[in-house]
């Protein structure tokens, strides 16, 4: 289980409380997450429900050029301190310092719900309700989760294993060979679909730590890539080294089963070779689930850990912070410390890329719940559905010219759009186009909508009429004046153009319609008097089509005595 960790004398500041299934997090003895919850009650559990909504992440040059990424819990135990010596207005984003600089209470996140704290277009209240960040710019309203997929284990273990030997050095602590048993990290992403605009994946353990991985070979030796083998490599023992042997001034751990017979400078042979691995195995016994200790250091590697094989093979080194470095193997800054790269108790991997117009998923930096359940989700540029398109227009008829205005309905993640408007190839990629129809006609119209899931297109055969004059039918009575005015349905067909749009007075005729010729027949049924708004309705005996169309567009027309 999971430990609480207790803290003295910080007061804006985030701990860990796992103790229950769900991750939950609560500064010790402070009022700032109850306050948000008070005000805002539907985001608990959200991904708002967490430190990153007010604080921000960071990096720190963790030797010359080499910085690392810490996300927004792990960013403020860095800069602030476990025992506060930071100025923890360096810790805040954009909405967390309104909301200190407002009184830091329940009235001050009221007072800044209208402020848009990060710029990026939307109020903070309209974000909180969207559940997006208020103090993040990258995420917006606009944005839908990325697609993603969760593993079980029970997935992770039907896919093809594999097993290699090797070397795991770290740069601080104790080096140690070991046996891995678990998933190319390569195969696991082809089994999400990753994307061909993949570059590379960013690996979250749910402390907060996370390391980024190129899917190529990289020039940066820190740097761990996750395609294709890494170099074999040599077994290196000595005496000296061996924890066993020498327990206080050792520095390797060689008590692995997978070591026994084996003697220095021998090849390690790893059928299929080595490989960028998602672990769950280690001397075929199952990875020790990661839990938080007292000094909020993850202890333990499971269910699953990202092990990146040496990209320059090395012998064991000893501790950079050992006082005797007077060994066979002296900490060498320039030997390949891989350890340092291996994420323990992996449980988010994020594709990048996100595909535009995606935003992340609802479990950014909380992560318990999938080390308790033995899951790990992959999410980003994978593949996902294609979206379904559609489309809306108005008005649909009218007299030339005839502007109509087209709004995309489309389903799923669409980036861009391709109208086909049926009039001399004219298209558009805007969303929401509009287009003016000069020429009378039936127009057939397409949109194609694509995403990073592929594309759709919807077509709506003759969709627009557009003529150059309507006709009116009235029994009795001039039509209000409009023309031409036929005092029968019947005899305005037989007048009409090859297209015709006929609005006919509510009321009753008793006629049996009959259209036996090529022309494109609309009907809008039931005006009122003055021909504005359908009222009612027209009531025909019957309608016979032998030829051309019959559309009804507007109101209501009744067929039957
Ligand atoms: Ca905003
Ligand atoms: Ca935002
Ligand atoms: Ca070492």
Not at 371 to 396: H, L, N, R, S
Request: glycine share 8%; aromatic share 10%.
């Amino acid at each position: 289980m999971k430990k609480l960790l207790t803290i003295t004398g910080s007061v804006f500041m985030v701990i860990l409380m796992v103790s229950v299934v769900l991750s939950a997090y609560h500064h010790e003895g402070e009022v700032d997450s109850p306050n948000f919850l008070a005000q805002y009650p539907l985001i608990a559990g959200s991904k708002l429900d967490h430190c990153a909504t007010c604080h921000t992440g960071g990096e720190y040059e963790k030797k010359p050029g080499k910085w690392v990424s810490l996300g927004s819990c792990q960013w403020c135990h860095y800069s602030y301190g476990y025992d506060g010596s930071g100025n923890i207005v360096d810790t805040l984003n954009s909405y967390g310092k309104d909301y200190w600089l407002n009184g830091r209470d329940q009235a001050a996140l009221a007072a800044i719900g209208g402020l848009d704290s990060d710029g990026d277009g939307y109020t903070n209240a309209v974000e909180i309700a969207a559940i997006r960040y208020p103090g993040n710019a990258d995420d917006d309203p606009s944005k839908v989760p990325a697609p993603s997929r969760v593993y079980t284990k029970a997935q992770l273990e039907a896919m093809a294993q594999h097993t290699q030997f090797m070397l795991m050095n770290t740069s601080r602590s104790g080096d140690f060979y070991a046996q891995y048993t678990g998933v190319p990290v390569e195969d696991l992403l082809q089994d999400a679909g990753i994307l061909a605009s993949a570059t590379g994946i960013t690996v979250f353990a749910p402390d907060g730590w996370s390391n980024f991985h190129p899917l190529e070979l990289d020039s940066d030796p820190e740097l761990y890539h996750v395609e294709g083998v890494y170099p074999e490599a040599l077994y290196y023992y000595d005496t000296q080294a061996d924890t066993a042997l020498n327990p206080f001034s050792g520095w390797c751990d060689y008590s692995a089963p997978s070591c026994a017979g084996r003697s220095h400078q021998d090849l390690i042979v790893n059928p299929g070779g080595l490989k960028m691995l998602l672990a769950f195995k280690r001397e075929g016994i199952d990875l020790d689930p990661g839990v938080l200790a007292e000094d909020n250091k993850l202890v333990g590697e499971g269910p699953y850990r990202l092990v990146p094989p040496q990209k320059v093979p090395s012998p064991p080194d000893q501790a950079s912070n050992a006082d005797d470095q007077d060994v066979i193997w002296p900490y060498d800054f320039n030997w390949d410390h891989s350890a340092g790269a291996a994420s323990r108790s992996a449980t988010i991997i994020r594709v990048e890329p996100l595909p535009e117009g995606t935003t992340d998923i609802d479990i950014l930096e909380a992560g318990w719940t999938y080390v308790d359940e033995e899951k790990i989700v992959i999410y980003g540029a994978i593949a996902m559905d294609a979206p379904v398109a559609d489309f809306t227009a108005t008005p649909t008829a009218g007299i030339v010219p005839l502007s109509v205005h087209f709004t995309a309905q489309s389903t799923g993640i669409v980036t861009s759009w391709e109208w086909a408007f049926g009039d001399d190839n004219e298209t558009s990629t805007e969303q929401n186009p509009s287009h003016t129809y000069y020429s009378p006609g039936f127009y057939t119209v397409s949109v194609t909508a694509t995403g990073p899931g592929g594309s759709d297109t919807e077509t709506k055969a003759h969709l627009i009429a557009a003529v150059s004059e309507y006709s009116y039918v009235q029994p009795e009575g001039n039509c209000n004046e409009h023309t031409p005015c036929y005092s029968s349905i019947q005899a305005g067909i037989s007048a009409a153009d090859a297209i015709a749009i006929f609005k006919i007075a509510e009321g009753a005729y008793p006629e049996d319609i009959v259209v036996n010729a090529d022309k494109q027949i609309i009907f809008e049924s039931g005006f009122d008097s003055t021909f504005t708004t359908p009222s009612g309705e027209s009531k025909v005996n019957s309608v016979t089509v032998s030829e051309g169309t019959v559309t009804l567009k507007k109101g209501l027309l009744v067929i039957g005595k």
